[in-house]
């Protein structure tokens, strides 16, 4: 019996060994963004920082836990699936990848972590981060009130601050879209349009047309950190 046809499979396979183990793991290795205690949306992007010269020769996986890890509630592992895995330049031009979430995650706490893949191995990261995925939307507005200014064209919109979500929870707006309700007669439907947004309490719209409008009124409404809004048409 030939041995070629067996020596060359080893040779094949001492080969691709040797390749692997050219990749070198990264000497640091770190959660870089949700930044540590974060409240981020259903589906937010993971940027990790990679420390190392072979970046675009590794793999990542990110894992999350709500039980400091005794359980693993999501992994997102690039060997298994490379959908939305890409290799980045942090702002400081320090290299890193980048994981864009493509399924919504259930709100609560968890705290996460990053590991890389050599080909032959996985090598945990350094640190955990904690974060908030946040999928309640902050409470309705309350206390708009509106003055029209004659002599400028313009109303002046104010209201009270929203300090909770749908649940009654403490909540951080981030914003306030305002949204502008005009029609031209009293027969005709009110249509809103979004004139503007702010991080204030209050809003100057001096948009001269709608100033004209018979039928004029606003509602506000607040955007938390996550990104949440009040699930209705506008």
């Not at 040779?11 to 640091?28: D, F, I, K, N, Y």
């Not at 930044?35 to 940027?47: C, E, I, L």
């Not at 190392?52 to 990542?60: A, K, M, N, T």
């Not at 949204?179 to 005709?188: E, F, I, L, S, V």
Request: aromatic share 10%.
């Amino acid at each position: 019996m030939s041995l070629r046809p067996v020596f060359a499979a080893a040779l094949g396979v001492a080969l691709a060994t040797s390749a692997a183990r050219a990749v070198s793991q990264p000497t640091r290795l770190l959660p870089e963004s949700p930044k540590d205690h974060a409240s981020v949306g259903k589906k937010p992007r993971f940027t990790i920082r990679v420390d190392g010269s072979d970046v675009e020769q590794l793999r990542f996986r990110i894992e999350l836990s709500k039980d400091q890890f005794k359980t693993v509630a999501y992994a997102f592992d690039q060997v298994k699936d490379g959908n939305g895995w890409a290799y980045t330049a942090l702002e400081d031009q320090s290299p890193g990848a980048v994981y864009f979430t493509r399924q919504p995650i259930e709100g609560g706490d968890y705290e996460w972590r990053v590991a890389s893949w050599d080909g032959l191995g996985w090598q945990d990261g350094h640190g955990i981060s904690r974060i908030q995925i946040d999928d309640v939307p902050p409470a309705d507005v309350d206390q708009v009130r509106m003055r029209r200014e004659p002599n400028r064209s313009c109303v002046q919109i104010s209201w009270a601050p929203v300090a909770t979500d749908i649940q009654g929870r403490a909540e951080r707006v981030a914003r306030y879209h305002v949204y502008r309700y005009a029609a031209k007669g009293h027969t005709q439907p009110i249509r809103p349009f979004e004139a503007g947004e702010t991080a204030g309490l209050d809003y100057e719209d001096c948009d001269a047309e709608a100033f004209k409008k018979p039928i004029l009124f606003y509602r506000i409404v607040a955007e938390d950190e996550a990104g949440n809004i009040p699930g209705r048409r506008y």
